[in-house]
């Protein structure tokens, strides 16, 4: 049973670029969340999918926008990109649209911006 | 806002040592907290939780107790093992173990040596 796939694993962008990062979640599982993990911080999170909607988003400019499909994956785009947009970003599951449900991560992509 | 405050490390130790790693948290109303620790190459894992106060996580060894008190949740081990040797992420939570929106800490880098 696959867990959380992300990719591309890494990435480099030239600022101002627009990147596309993908995620699977795990079988079973109906929510995606996504965090941006810069160098020597914790994760924060950016916002989370459920129903193919967006239902929370933290402080983070529109520049940052996502997508779900049907079939539960994701997708975040990153417009106008800039130095320091350079993170791991990380992707996260869970099921049943429930709140409280475990969070199962991906091992994230890592985007650099120069 | 909420936010987390973890031990700054790196934290090195010999294998059967005492480990504590200090957390302390700033929110408003009942929040729940969490431990998540993520290995060499590996995606954040939940560790322990705790969802009022009081409660006391475990797991493989580890616990943390929700102080409310002192607004802490300290995570301890009382041998750590080679294999401990992780980043341990300290998180905050919404109520009743919601973890929809996770406000973590910088993170902890243990390392244990033989």
């Known amino acids: 049973d696959a867990g959380v796939t992300q990719s591309p694993t890494h990435l480099i962008k030239t600022r101002g670029q627009q990147v596309t990062l993908r995620c699977s979640p795990k079988?079973?599982?109906?929510?995606v969340s996504w965090y941006q993990q810069a160098l020597g911080q914790g994760p924060q999170f950016i916002f989370q999918y459920y129903e193919e909607e967006e239902r929370q988003r933290g402080n983070f400019p529109d520049r940052f926008s996502g997508h779900q499909f049907p079939n539960y994956s994701s997708e975040l785009n990153v417009n106008a990109l800039l130095l320091g947009d350079s993170a791991l970003y990380l992707c996260?599951?869970?099921?049943?649209?429930?709140?409280?449900?475990?969070?199962?991560f991906g091992n994230g992509t890592r985007l650099t911006v120069t | 806002g909420d936010s987390v405050t973890q031990m700054e490390g790196p934290v090195t130790l010999s294998e059967e040592a005492f480990l504590t790693i200090n957390c302390t948290y700033t929110?408003?109303?009942?929040?729940?907290l969490f431990w998540y620790v993520q290995y060499p190459g590996e995606g954040l894992q939940l560790l322990l939780k705790?969802?009022?106060?009081?409660d006391k996580g475990s797991n493989k060894g580890f616990e943390a107790t929700y102080r409310k008190e002192t607004t802490s949740f300290h995570l301890e081990k009382g041998s750590v093992q080679v294999s401990d040797s992780a980043v341990y992420f300290c998180a905050l939570g919404g109520r009743g173990g919601s973890n929809y929106k996770l406000t973590f800490g910088k993170g902890t880098l243990l390392t244990v040596n033989p």
């Open positions: 929110a408003t109303g009942y929040p729940s």
């Open positions: 079988s079973g599982h109906d929510t």
């Open positions: 996260a599951s869970s099921g049943n649209g429930n709140y409280n449900s475990p969070l199962h």
């Open positions: 705790a969802t009022k106060a009081d």
